[in-house]
């Protein structure tokens, strides 16, 4: 019977990732590959079964002859208990431990599981099976109240707070460990800093701010979408006064008042740059079976949307196609290895209470960016000027995170004429042109455990200025960041997670300061970018 219903499953799974190749569908296929991997497993469960059945003593033998099947049946049922005893006991009575709490958990479960099937292999009495039931319940409440304690210790000699923040991806508020009652601008140094208005949007509220020098609010965006309680990705504000918010399940744009001009129902993401005739750039990513040389892998699919002012679309560009060439093949294990975490009995308990709440959850948790993001596009910028040997007129600037690589894309024919920066570097966001024709970069440092602004000659590819901080781990946001380069010199730069804007001379001398006024507890809400505008149109807008 059992054999019947594995050889069954393995069918579902091939004809499930048949079905998803053959669509393109990624949530069909990673269904069948799921359940392609629970029946070889099942599979060797049963080979498992088969090879205990030989060391069985002969009494046991004779008591089983003819019964077998009943045989398999149990170690079957013993496996599944134990995959689905680890991930309650761990995620309900332990609250998933780390160390060795988790280990002896694990240890325990096993050892009762195998004497839980010896039992009824060996057909003992019921008092047997109670008695050894309550043995291990009150273990594993004693191990949860021993797993509480440790907890708090924990809370006081924290992990690694960098390797904390990398499990945590992208995040809209950080814990603030100095400085909490910093809150508006800290610092301003009126003769070295650029004038101007700072424009931004806090990661957790629906809001978007025009602020003076001295932090005071000039102007305030405010729209609530779809009860989400943030925008959290972007806001780009038009010359017009207008606003752009490219919120990861729609676009949409607002008026100067905060009305609702157009909503797009797309994946926009990361940015939005806005065309000389009014035309929208924005990066948008969709799940999607892709394919690399003819492997079959569900990512996160980048594409470029161009939309006319009015919202309509124009153009889209398929950017993986243009990059899967440059793909390690390291980077395409990725996915499969997320699909196999999704094994892991927590976090199948975690998808199957998503699916049951009928949560729209469950799909980000199957496709989540952790996993499927192979190239992760954050960053778009329209070239104004033509620069033999770097871009011309037109051509796109793009940033693509999880390959440390940015390029110039040709868009007539939709390819890369220029690229750099795998090996030199971590996880970059925003690179952005200047008018001395070189590019601004913020290398995040995912890896290196500090930030710090580059500033490369796109010609002969060399690095010619740098900041870090003094020591160098004091400036670092493991993820987003932007920075701009203002009209007297000076670089102006956000330090994301930190929810923090600083603006610093040629030399690194820090001139303005402001930290995010959101703020609960002991933590602040990130900035992902501030951008300062000297725009007289902007200005007059003010004035009316």
Not at 417 to 433: A, C, F, I, M
Not at 453 to 468: Q, R, S
Request: a positive charge; glycine letters at 8%; charged letters at 20%.
């Amino acid at each position: 019977m059992i054999k019947r219903v594995v050889f069954g499953l393995f069918v579902l799974a091939v004809l499930g990732c048949v079905a998803g190749i053959a669509t393109r569908n990624a949530y069909v296929y990673i269904l069948g590959f799921m359940i392609l991997v629970g029946a070889i497993f099942s599979g060797l469960l049963i080979s498992a079964a088969n090879l205990i059945w030989r060391l069985l003593p002969g009494n046991l033998k004779r008591a089983y002859k003819g019964k077998q099947g009943r045989f398999n049946a149990i170690i079957f049922f013993s496996a599944v208990l134990f995959y689905v005893a680890v991930g309650v006991i761990n995620g309900v009575c332990l609250l998933y431990p780390s160390g060795y709490i988790s280990l002896l958990g694990n240890t325990t479960t096993f050892v009762f599981v195998v004497f839980f099937g010896w039992s009824l292999i060996r057909r003992s009495k019921g008092k047997t099976i109670v008695a050894g039931s309550v043995v291990f319940i009150l273990f594993i409440a004693s191990l949860s109240f021993v797993n509480s304690i440790t907890l708090k210790s924990e809370r006081i000699a924290e992990v690694n707070p960098t390797e904390k923040l990398k499990s945590l991806g992208y995040v809209s508020w950080s814990a603030v460990e100095e400085n909490i009652e910093k809150t508006g601008v800290t610092l301003y140094d009126r003769e070295l800093a650029s004038d101007g208005l700072n424009f931004y949007s806090s990661q957790i509220s629906p809001e978007a701010y025009l602020r003076d020098m001295h932090g005071n609010i000039l102007h305030k965006w405010a729209k609530k979408v779809e009860g989400r309680s943030g925008w959290h990705v972007h806001a780009e504000l038009c010359e017009n006064g207008d606003l752009v918010v490219a919120a990861n399940t729609y676009l949409i744009r607002l008026d100067w008042s905060s009305n609702i001009k157009w909503k797009k129902r797309i994946r926009a993401h990361h940015d939005v740059a806005i065309g000389k005739n009014g035309d929208l750039y924005v990066p948008v990513f969709e799940h999607k079976l892709a394919f690399w040389h003819g492997i079959p892998v569900p990512i996160v699919y980048d594409n470029i949307v161009v939309l006319s002012s009015e919202g309509k679309i124009k153009k889209k560009v398929c950017v993986y196609e243009m990059v899967k060439d440059r793909i390690p093949l390291f980077e395409i294990t990725k996915p499969y290895i997320g699909i196999l975490k999704l094994l892991k009995p927590k976090n199948m308990l975690l998808l199957c209470k998503n699916i049951f709440i009928f949560s729209r959850l469950s799909t980000s948790f199957i496709l989540g960016e952790t996993h499927f993001s192979i190239t992760h596009l954050n960053s778009i910028e329209i070239m104004d000027r033509n620069i033999e040997g770097f871009c011309s007129k037109g051509d796109w600037l793009i940033s693509m995170r999880e390959l440390d690589l940015i390029g110039i894309v040709d868009t007539k024919n939709e390819k890369f004429t220029w690229s750099w920066g795998p090996g030199k570097l971590d996880r970059q966001h925003h690179p952005t042109l200047l008018q001395n024709g070189n590019v601004l970069i913020f290398d995040n440092g995912w890896h290196r455990g500090f930030s710090r602004i580059v500033e490369l000659n796109p010609l002969t590819k060399k690095i010619v200025w740098e900041y870090k901080s003094d020591p160098p781990q004091q400036f670092f946001t493991i993820d987003r960041g932007g920075n701009q380069r203002l009209p007297n010199g000076n670089t102006l730069i956000a330090q994301s997670e930190k929810g923090r804007v600083f603006e610093i001379t040629k030399d690194g001398k820090v001139v303005w300061e402001f930290y995010n006024p959101d703020v609960r507890k002991k933590e602040r809400a990130a900035i992902y970018r501030m951008m300062r505008t000297t725009n007289p149109k902007i200005y007059k807008l003010l004035k009316m």
